[in-house]
């Protein structure tokens, strides 16, 4: 098969980049399809030209030219990434590649974006503070093009190598789905690592893959994408740190559809509020004045896990947010969805001691463990989530046989709180699961 490669660029300002790296994808065995982004008027050149993409939105050149740059960007972008989807559809696209500058990425990646995970995907591009946006948890691969424009031994060299890797990556032949297992997918960061690799084997001796997504913005976002595509059968969301960001900032926002599109499909879940307790920044000359503050206050506990990643702890009334955004987002879900809620503690941080075996090497109590004055073995923190919960239930009032809060008196990295979440996700996936069925367990609370 000769891989079909879409190649896309703003033709008016890069037309001869473009047509070197045409060429150059042909010379590796490539069929190049140049498909025009112009934003100044049509070229005229493009294999798919700058009017036909437009069609697919019922514009017209005329429509581009006569407004902003920005404004003619969301045109010929919205109208490209309809373009590539059915493109692959129809067998056209087996591989993607863009070169440009910040608009040129822009364009180039938001029309990658709109394919499916999974078909290779190649921007080369010279604004790298940007790559977060461009990628935005798809699997884009960035090459630094080191120059905006221009043909020379440097840039001819870099887009040689940069097009016969589009090739190859094209060329690469798919796994025989009909061997592939069904999907499986999980959240996890390091503080979550023991419960979710405990709870993985369960699903690796039941006959499914498990695909764990670093729950760091992107992350989450890729799992997002690939339950909307209904890749996934079933979801392990066992670390939903990535919410704090969106509610109080931090790096690791992984967008509105966070916690949304399993319940909002069908998909079913175990969720639990793994490392939620945590407000995670870069580097330390990042984290806004008011949060160092309270932490010298002695309001929010502090931890660093390396240069790059300062964490704090959440306040009663950010955790309580965060409680009333799961019953916003689950509470309605269209297919089983249960949240176990560990009442002695929800990360690796939040221990009363060493424990290698629950993911604490370092001696003394973790960074955000706070005692419970009634009982020393329980966190504080989880009470206050749990008391979010409860008061969460009753504003919203919620009536949904797909959907039960457990209360699980163990630490979430404890084993018997991964047995659990698996044993649960295996029932739904069976159609065994029904609501209540747990609650004869010696550490499932019910009188919360």
């Keep these: 098969m000769i ?25 590796a065995g490539g069929e190049a399809i140049v498909l025009e982004l112009s934003l ?13 993409v437009l069609k697919m939105t019922g514009h017209r050149v005329a429509d581009v030219v006569s407004v902003n740059r920005s404004d003619a960007s969301k045109i010929v972008s919205e ?11 129809q067998g056209k696209l087996h591989g993607i590649i863009g070169y440009g500058g910040s608009m040129g990425s822009f364009l180039a990646s938001t029309l990658m974006r709109a394919l ?83 709870a993985s084997k369960h699903f690796e001796e039941n006959g499914y893959d498990i695909i764990i997504y670093h729950a760091t913005g992107a992350g989450g976002k890729s799992m997002e994408y690939m339950i909307a595509e209904r890749q996934i059968v079933g979801v392990l969301d066992l670390t939903t740190h990535e919410l704090v960001a969106e509610f109080f900032g931090g ?25 939620l307790a945590n407000m995670i ?13 309270e932490w010298k206050a002695g309001i929010r506990g502090y931890n660093q896990h390396n240069i790059s990643v300062n964490s704090f702890s ?52 973790g960074p955000f463990w706070i005692a419970d004055p009634v009982d020393q073995k329980k966190s504080l923190r989880s009470k206050y989530f749990i008391d979010a919960m409860i008061e969460a239930i009753r504003e919203f009032n919620v009536h949904n046989e797909n959907f039960e809060i457990l209360a699980v008196d163990k630490h979430l990295n404890e084993p018997d709180f991964a047995d659990l979440a698996a044993e649960l996700l295996l029932e739904m996936l069976r159609g065994k699961w029904k609501k209540g069925g747990h609650a004869s367990l010696p550490y499932i609370k019910l009188d919360i």
């Design 79 to 89: 109208a490209g990434a309809k373009m590539v989807r059915t493109l692959h559809r």
């Design 116 to 198: 499916p995970i999974g078909i290779p995907k190649l921007l080369l591009t010279t604004a790298t503070a940007n790559l977060r946006t461009f990628s935005d948890g798809n699997d884009l691969c960035v090459l630094y093009a080191v120059a905006e424009a221009g043909l020379n031994k440097v840039t001819k060299r870099i887009m040689s190598y940069a097009a016969a890797g589009i090739v190859a990556m094209a060329a690469t032949p798919w796994p025989d789905h009909s061997k592939c297992k069904p999907l499986i997918g999980c959240t996890m960061q390091g503080m979550t690592t023991p419960c979710v690799l405990r």
């Design 251 to 275: 790096k690791s926002w992984a967008g509105p559809d966070r916690l949304r599109t399993a319940a909002r499909i069908g998909i079913p879940q175990v969720v639990a509020p793994g490392g």
């Design 40 to 52: 100044s008027g049509e070229c005229g050149w493009g294999d798919i030209r700058l009017a036909e």
């Design 281 to 293: 920044f870069a580097e330390i000359d990042t984290v806004p004045k008011k949060i160092t503050n």
């Design 3 to 27: 891989p079909k490669i879409v190649i896309v660029g703003v033709l008016d300002t890069k037309g001869r980049e473009i047509k070197y790296l045409a060429e150059q994808v042909k010379a």
């Design 314 to 365: 959440l306040t009663l009334e950010e955790i309580k947010v965060l409680g009333r955004a799961f019953i916003d987002r689950l509470g309605g879900a269209k297919a089983p969805a249960v949240v176990l809620v560990p009442l002695r503690g929800w990360s690796s941080s939040d221990i009363a001691g060493p424990n290698k075996a629950l993911g604490r090497t370092e001696d003394g109590p």
